[in-house]
């Protein structure tokens, strides 16, 4: 069975800036047998973690979010000829503490990291800051994942915005690098197919990790429960948020 969240009721078909799609979600119980991907979102503040998954899942942009307080996404993707499920975790963002060695990061940030097999480190080509602090998110990951290969994707987000680059393709490849992952240069705003081909790499990775097993992998680190399951009642706010304000600011409905 698979259960959709409310489709929008009014919508201004010109505007790419709101979520037109309903994301499809499904119960767990739905989920391909021994085909669980489950991945997680993460970097600091503003950088576009939920432009991007929204981008990946509807290959829709929205312009603008409430500040994230964690979504758990659930689809059914098709890689390499076959149905797998694949869960997405959105997360609040992470900061650097004042000395810039440690990260503030929240106890459900660290219970997704724990629970996720495949890992998406996103900054802002934007913000120097947000790059900085890739480098200790990925250590605070290695704390909790202490064991084993880390299937991590770097993204530099909001490529579109040249002009105002702060972080150089090179910083990111070199980046990349050291932790052993792609850099892709992305912009959730102007482009799908380049969100998409860094979430399927990610997902690609992640499936070859799993080795066709159930998802039951490397369990080292910390104990710490699995996040909450898909946000149904996050979703629908949302979407009545979204047509709430498109009703007051625009004539336009369908
Ligand atoms: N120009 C441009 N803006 C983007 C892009 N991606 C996201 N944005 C904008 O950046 C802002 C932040 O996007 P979010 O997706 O909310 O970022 P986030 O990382 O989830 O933010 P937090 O909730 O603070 O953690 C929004 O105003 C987006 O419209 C992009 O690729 N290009």
Not at 52 to 77: P, Q
């Given at each position: 069975?698979?259960?959709l969240v409310?489709p929008p009721?009014?919508?201004?078909?010109?505007?790419s800036?709101f979520l037109l799609v309903p994301i499809p979600e499904?119960?767990?119980?739905?989920?391909?047998?021994?085909?669980?991907?489950?991945?997680?979102?993460?970097?600091?503040?503003?950088?576009?973690?939920t432009a991007l998954i929204v981008r990946f899942l509807t290959k829709r942009f929205i312009?603008?979010?409430?500040?994230?307080?964690?979504?758990?996404y659930?689809r059914?993707?098709?890689?390499?000829?076959?149905?797998?499920?694949?869960?997405v975790?959105?997360?609040?963002?992470?900061?650097?503490?004042?000395?810039?060695?440690?990260?503030?990061?929240?106890?459900?940030?660290?219970?997704?990291?724990?629970?996720?097999?495949?890992?998406?480190?996103?900054?802002?080509?934007?913000?120097?800051?947000?790059?900085?602090?890739?480098?200790?998110?990925?250590?605070?990951?290695?704390?909790?994942?202490?064991?084993?290969?880390?299937?991590?994707?770097?993204?530099?987000?909001?490529?579109?915005?040249?002009?105002?680059?702060?972080?150089?393709?090179?910083?990111?490849?070199?980046?990349?690098?050291?932790?052993?992952?792609?850099?892709?240069?992305?912009?959730a705003?102007?482009?799908h197919?380049?969100v998409h081909?860094?979430?399927?790499?990610?997902?690609?990775?992640?499936?070859?990790?799993?080795?066709?097993?159930?998802?039951?992998?490397?369990?080292?680190?910390?104990?710490?429960?699995?996040?909450?399951?898909?946000?149904?009642?996050?979703l629908?706010?949302r979407f009545?948020?979204?047509?709430?304000?498109?009703?007051?600011?625009?004539?336009?409905?369908?």
């Amino acid at each position: 069975m698979r259960l959709l969240v409310d489709p929008p009721r009014t919508m201004n078909s010109g505007s790419s800036n709101f979520l037109l799609v309903p994301i499809p979600e499904y119960p767990v119980l739905d989920c391909v047998p021994n085909k669980n991907v489950k991945i997680v979102v993460l970097g600091a503040s503003n950088v576009g973690k939920t432009a991007l998954i929204v981008r990946f899942l509807t290959k829709r942009f929205i312009g603008d979010y409430e500040a994230n307080t964690g979504a758990l996404y659930s689809r059914k993707i098709n890689l390499d000829g076959e149905q797998v499920s694949l869960q997405v975790q959105d997360t609040p963002c992470v900061s650097l503490q004042d000395d810039a060695e440690g990260l503030y990061c929240q106890e459900q940030i660290n219970r997704s990291i724990y629970w996720a097999d495949g890992y998406v480190l996103v900054f802002s080509i934007t913000d120097h800051s947000s790059y900085r602090t890739i480098q200790p998110l990925y250590q605070h990951v290695r704390r909790i994942h202490p064991a084993g290969n880390i299937p991590v994707i770097l993204v530099g987000n909001k490529s579109d915005l040249l002009r105002a680059r702060q972080v150089a393709a090179d910083e990111g490849e070199t980046l990349a690098a050291s932790l052993g992952g792609p850099y892709f240069e992305a912009s959730a705003r102007e482009n799908h197919e380049g969100v998409h081909a860094a979430f399927l790499h990610l997902c690609g990775e992640v499936s070859r990790a799993l080795g066709g097993g159930n998802g039951e992998k490397r369990r080292g680190g910390l104990h710490l429960a699995r996040p909450k399951s898909p946000n149904m009642q996050e979703l629908k706010r949302r979407f009545r948020q979204v047509l709430s304000s498109k009703g007051k600011s625009s004539t336009n409905t369908l």
